[in-house]
């Protein structure tokens, strides 16, 4: 391809300029000073106290959610566990290629996020294994299929893949496939949030495998620094690829974490929706008056760490025994035992949820693959790029 020629851009005289571009003081480090002496006093002591959210300790009403809400909480777990079902099966027929990372059993955690936060306004940030959040956020099962087929219909047209979900549309910043890195770009996003005084906050979820990586420290402490509206996640499903948490930290109590950057911290319950719920309630609310917090949310995924892991590091024992505390199923015996709806409406919700799902699987066979000039497309903001070789 040619080299291409940047353009100057024509100069906007100044009495044209728009308020909203009007150039704005950008958030600084935190201006109070920290009470510290010199002198080493003969104790030092640490006392702190974090809330937990146990799971069957909410009622939906205590959340302020309708019975409504509580139905299409549940239609959006299934969505995620089905299309993954169904991912998996089409990975087999090879119409998936690449690496594809199963969310099943973590689908609590996108979900109760989802709807304690404002769509749209707030931003999401998160790893690879991020169907979940995509089909949470309200990404539809045909774009994200289609997106795993290399097709045109695709949220990236395809060029993203299972690991780089993305919709500006919906707040979802990717998908990323280094671990720990993308923790940094969501404190960024805060920091545009804040910047912008638009409102929104920024949510970066990752695994307890990146929890050691050093780009979420230095951005933890960034965040906190510059009194960010950000909440740091970690999505702790006890494994990385197959290591055990217990065989890589040294504090394994990954909210304990927080207090080396002086940030509230609390310990949720991932098998339960509602306890999500509450706590990202909880901290978006603190988000929006700049203050970062981190949440260490315990989860258990039940396929492999990718389709090709043999799993020899737990017991097919351990497995079961976490499988029943299904998010799912836990949800399904609220809502019957608070009588909101019939095991038959909830059979209908699973039968329009598989079908939803067979529908996305026909488009993607369906939509066309990209043509190979779109490989230079949707890649740099400015049209006129000039580095392009
Ligand atoms: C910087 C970096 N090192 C190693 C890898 C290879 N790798 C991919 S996933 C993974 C494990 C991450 O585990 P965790 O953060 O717990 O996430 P989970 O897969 O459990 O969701 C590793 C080591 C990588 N992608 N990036
Ligand atoms: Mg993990």
Known sequence: MA???RKT??????????????????????????????????SLSLNVEFATYPAETY????????????????????????????AAQMYGK????????????????????????????????????DHGHGLALGMTANECMAEMFGKVGGSSHGKGGSMHFFSKEKGLFGGHGI???????????????????????SISFYGDGAAGQGSI???????????????LVVENNQYAMGTAVHRAFAETEFTRHAIGYNMKAALVDGMDVFSVCKAMQDHVALARENKP??????????????????QKYRTKEELESKKNQDPIIRLKAYILEHKLTTNKALDAIDEDVKQEVLASVEFSEQSPVPELKEIYEHIYAEDDYPYLA
Not at 25 to 41: F, G, M, W
């Open 9 to 42: 851009p024509a100069k906007p005289a100044a009495s044209a300029k728009p308020a909203s571009t009007a150039k704005k003081a950008a958030p600084k480090p935190r201006t109070k000073e920290v009470d510290q002496e010199n002198v080493v006093p003969q």
């Open 179 to 201: 671990v720990g890195a993308h923790v940094p770009v969501g404190v960024g996003i805060a920091f545009a949030h804040k910047y912008k005084e638009d409102g929104g906050v």
């Open 217 to 231: 420290h230095e951005a933890s402490n960034l965040a906190a620094l510059y009194e960010l509206p950000a909440i």
């Open 59 to 86: 009622t939906h009403g205590e959340l302020g959610l309708s019975v409504d809400d509580v139905l299409s909480m549940y239609r959006n777990m299934l969505l995620q566990r089905r299309f993954e079902e169904r």
């Open 3 to 5: 080299k291409q020629t």
């Open 293 to 310: 917090s981190m949440l260490e949310i315990r989860t258990y995924r039940y396929r492999g760490h990718s389709m090709s892991d043999p």
């Open 94 to 129: 090879q119409k998936i290629a690449g690496f594809l990372h199963l969310y099943i059993g973590q689908e609590a955690i996108s979900t109760g996020t989802a709807t304690a936060i404002q769509i749209g306004k707030d931003s999401i940030i998160t790893a690879y294994r």
